[in-house]
């Protein structure tokens, strides 16, 4: 899940809800939304393999 923060950066959070905290988990900050998407990418990946 991407979101675009107020400083112009995409910021990368965790599909699920983390149960300690009880919001999402961050993944990282990007400058650009294509480069956040291709991080997403490559944890999808990284998953399954």
């Keep these: 899940m991407i979101r675009k923060l107020k400083s112009g950066e995409y910021r990368l959070y ?4 983390d149960p300690r905290t009880h919001k999402r988990r961050n993944l990282g900050t990007f400058g650009s939304r294509e480069a956040a998407e ?3 990418r490559e944890i999808q990946y990284f998953k399954r393999h």
């Design 14 to 17: 965790s599909r699920k809800v």
């Design 38 to 40: 291709k991080h997403e």
